[in-house]
C-alpha cells in the first residue's frame, strides 16, 4: 500500500509523474531507448528541455516579460553562490532576509562574493515568524529572500517593494500559489520538493539584469553562458527534467497555479483548524505567517510522543517527525499531497484526543 507521503523533500509526486516516468524509463516516445540512456542532445530530448523551461515561464506568468528559464544540476544550495557571482559588484554590497536555516546558507555563501547585509533576522525566536520590518540599502547589488522557510513552516505573505533587484529562493513552494512574479528578478528552486526528483533546479531569471557586476564568472557558474546555450552548457540532469516536465504538465492539467493554490489552501485549512481546535496540539509558528507547504505542529504533552507515533504510523503516514532544530512534526503537504491524506492525519490526531 502506498504510503501518505509528508516528506519534506525529497517528497510526494503526483501519482501520473511516476506511472509516465516509469513508462518513460522502459521507453521514451516508442523511441525503442529509455530516457535514461537517450542523448542529450537527440531531437527528443531537446524538445523536453525546450518545453520544460516555456512551461515553467507559462506557469509563473512570466512568458514575453524578458526572462528566461534554466534547469540546471548542483541544487538550490549551488544557487546560493551564484547569485552573488552574478549580480554582486566587486566591492559590491548585497542585502539579505535571515528568515530560516536555508537563508542562513545563503547569506554564508554570499560573504566569499562582498559585504553582506542581514536586513532582519528572527534567528532570536528560532526562527518561528518572518520578519517584516526593514529597510533594504538603496546602494545594495540585490535583496535575497527565501518564499518559504522549509524547516520552520513560515512562509512570505508579501514581499517588499524595492528598486534593487529581487532574488527569492522558492524551492519550498513554486508553483504552490499566485504571486506577481514579474516582482523577481531572479528565482530559484530545487526540483525535489514542488517539482521533480531531486538533480536540478529551476532557475528564473530577468536578463536585462546579468552582465553588470564586472566580475569575471567560471563559465558552469554563469548565468548568461547558460541561458545562450538553452541550458545545454554541459550535460543537463536528463531524467529530473523531464520527470520536473510532467509535474507542470499535470499543474496545467490541473488548471495552473491559481487552481492547485486553492486546493493547497483547503488542505492547509484543514490541518491548521485542527491543531488549533485539538488540544493536544499548538502550531509551532505564528499564526500570520503559516506556511501553507509546510505545516509544523508539537504536542502540547510530550508524555503523547509515543502513542501519537504509533498511532500514524499505523495509519500508513510517512514523514512526519519535525527538523531536529524545532522538534515535533512537520507535515509536507505539497502540490501532490491529496486532501484525503491530510484527512487521515486529521483523523489520528483526532483518535488520539479520544485515547488518552
Ligand atoms: N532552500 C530551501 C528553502 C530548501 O528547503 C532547501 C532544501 O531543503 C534548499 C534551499 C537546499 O536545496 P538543495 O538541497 O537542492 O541544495
Known amino acids: 500500500m ?24 522502459l521507453d521514451f516516445n516508442n523511441s525503442g531507448l529509455s530516457i535514461l540512456e537517450i542523448s542529450h542532445r537527440s531531437k527528443d530530448f531537446v524538445a523536453v528541455m525546450d518545453e520544460a523551461r516555456a512551461l515553467a515561464l507559462e506557469l509563473l506568468g512570466l512568458e514575453g516579460k524578458g526572462y528566461k528559464a534554466l534547469f540546471l544540476g548542483g541544487g538550490a544550495s549551488l ?11 566587486e566591492n559590491g ?45 538603496a546602494d545594495a547589488d540585490y535583496f535575497h529572500c527565501t518564499s518559504n522557510n522549509t524547516i520552520f513552516g513560515t512562509q512570505m505573505k508579501s514581499f517588499p517593494k524595492t528598486n ?18 514579474s516582482q523577481f528578478d531572479i528565482i530559484y528552486a530545487g526540483a525535489q520538493k ?10 528564473v531569471v530577468k536578463e536585462e539584469i546579468l552582465g553588470k557586476n564586472g566580475r569575471a564568472i567560471p563559465s558552469m557558474l554563469d548565468y548568461a553562458k547558460h541561458i545562450k546555450a538553452d541550458s545545454m552548457y554541459n550535460t543537463p540532469p536528463v531524467f529530473p527534467v523531464y520527470a520536473s516536465l510532467l509535474t507542470m504538465k499535470w499543474i496545467k492539467e490541473k ?23 485539538n488540544p493536544l496540539f499548538k502550531g509551532a509558528a505564528v499564526v500570520e505567517d503559516r506556511s501553507n507547504m509546510n505545516v509544523t505542529f508539537l504536542l502540547t504533552n510530550p508524555e503523547h510522543t509515543e502513542t501519537f507515533d504509533k498511532m500514524w504510523k499505523e495509519a500508513g503516514i510517512s514523514g512526519l517527525p519535525g527538523h531536529r532544530s524545532v522538534g515535533g512534526y512537520r507535515a509536507s503537504i505539497y502540490n501532490a499531497m491529496p486532501i484525503e491524506s491530510v484527512q487521515v492525519l486529521v483523523d489520528v490526531m483526532q483518535a488520539l484526543e479520544k485515547n488518552v
Not at 544557487?79 to 559588484?89: D, G, Q, R, T
Open 93 to 137: 554590497k548585497a542585502a539579505y532576509l535571515d528568515s530560516g536555516t536555508w537563508a542562513t546558507a545563503a547569506i554564508k555563501e554570499a560573504k566569499f562574493f562582498g559585504e553582506t547585509v542581514i536586513v532582519a533576522s528572527s534567528k532570536e525566536d528560532n526562527y518561528t515568524y518572518v520578519p517584516k520590518d526593514y529597510e533594504i540599502p
Open 194 to 203: 514542488n517539482m521533480g526528483p531531486a538533480g536540478t533546479t529551476l532557475v
Open 164 to 181: 534593487v533587484p529581487l532574488v527569492c529562493d522558492m524551492s519550498s513552494d513554486i508553483f504552490s500559489r499566485v504571486i506577481d512574479f
Open 79 to 89: 544557487e546560493f553562490l551564484m547569485v552573488p557571482y552574478n549580480l554582486m559588484k
Open 2 to 25: 502506498k504510503k501518505h507521503n509528508y516528506s519534506a523533500g525529497p517528497s510526494i509526486l503526483p501519482q501520473e509523474v511516476f506511472e509516465k516516468s516509469a513508462q518513460a524509463i
Open 255 to 277: 488548471g495552473g497555479v491559481a487552481a492547485v493554490e486553492k486546493l493547497n489552501n483547503a488542505k492547509a485549512e484543514l490541518l491548521y483548524n485542527e491543531i488549533d481546535r
